[in-house]
């Protein structure tokens, strides 16, 4: 079975964050500089004490009409996170966020350090190349007849 530990592997690029003292504009000047969906949010410590999704920003500054440039990340984030390892079912997770309509989840070892970030769209782009690749070998097996 795939883990998340093999979609991280696999995966380009760092893990964005930002600070919970940030302002939102920041914080979004940030995501759409690197085209992402949510930023996780590190105290001094770099842990993590929550996320800032897009779902965040539209529902609670967009739609409660807060001003980005003076607002914090740390007033409008996602407190209660959640983590997955990298021993994780890739199955598992996406049963878990699709209940919990999730589309972001770190992954932490067992001494809880940061790894990463998968994505539903990480899930989505891991499956769709495995599915791929038995689609090629089944195409070649039939070829040889």
């Known amino acids: 079975m795939t883990t998340v530990g093999d979609i991280l592997s696999r995966k380009p690029g760092k893990t964005h964050w930002t600070w919970p003292f940030a302002t939102v504009l920041e914080a979004t000047k940030q995501m759409n500089d690197c085209r992402i969906g949510s930023l996780l949010v590190l105290d001094d410590a770099q842990s ?32 209660d996170v959640l983590y997955c390892t990298p ?18 989840v770190p992954v932490r070892n ?3 350090k940061l790894m990463g970030l998968i994505s539903m769209g990480d899930l989505n782009a891991f499956e769709s190349e495995s599915l791929n690749f038995t689609l090629s070998a089944l195409h070649d097996y039939i070829a040889r007849g």
Do not use: C, F, S, W
């Not at 929550?50 to 407190?79: F, H, N, Q, S, Y």
């Open 110 to 112: 067992e001494n809880h």
């Open 48 to 79: 993590v004490v929550g996320i800032l999704t897009e779902r965040d920003l539209l529902t609670r500054v967009i739609a409660a009409e807060r001003d980005p440039g003076t607002t914090k990340v740390a007033e409008v984030m996602t407190r």
């Open 87 to 104: 021993d994780t079912q890739m199955e598992e997770l996406r049963t878990i966020m699709k209940e919990r309509r999730i589309r972001h």
